[in-house]
């Protein structure tokens, strides 16, 4: 069982920028791969990151290519989102979730943490 709690969310300015920990207490955590999806009010829940269980292949929506970078700590195992040049359509319930493929569909994610809120005011 991986359990996850997500980190790091809150308010900030068009322009701004947050950043993200997604952490799990299992000595596992480090053979899954981990993605970053968020879901806005009103709208399906959507692949925002990725990052491999060895940390050495990345994957991004073209939406927040080249404004956010997710990486990963070795040694203490968290997963991190760096968002920057935060937009107001950013705005959403981030969730980080583990799985044991390769994927990017939420659908192939077994394990899930409860979310944490940003919102970008512009």
């Known amino acids: 069982q991986v359990q996850l709690v997500e980190s790091g969310g809150g308010v900030a300015q068009a322009g701004g920028s947050l950043r993200l920990s997604c952490a799990s207490s299992?000595?596992?955590?480090?053979?899954?791969?981990v993605g970053w999806f968020r879901q806005a009010p009103g709208k399906e829940r959507e692949f925002v990151a990725a990052?491999?269980?060895?940390?050495?292949?990345?994957g991004y929506a073209d939406s927040v290519k080249g404004r956010f970078i997710i990486s990963r700590d070795m040694a203490k195992y968290p997963v991190y989102l760096q968002m920057n040049s935060l937009k107001p359509e950013d705005t959403a319930i981030y969730y980080c979730?583990?799985?044991?493929?390769?994927?990017?569909?939420?659908?192939?994610?077994?394990?899930w943490g409860q979310g944490t809120q940003v919102t970008v005011s512009s």
């Open positions: 990052i491999t269980g060895s940390g050495g292949s990345t």
């Open positions: 979730a583990a799985s044991t493929g390769w994927t990017f569909m939420p659908t192939n994610y077994a394990y």
């Open positions: 299992g000595r596992t955590f480090r053979s899954y791969a």
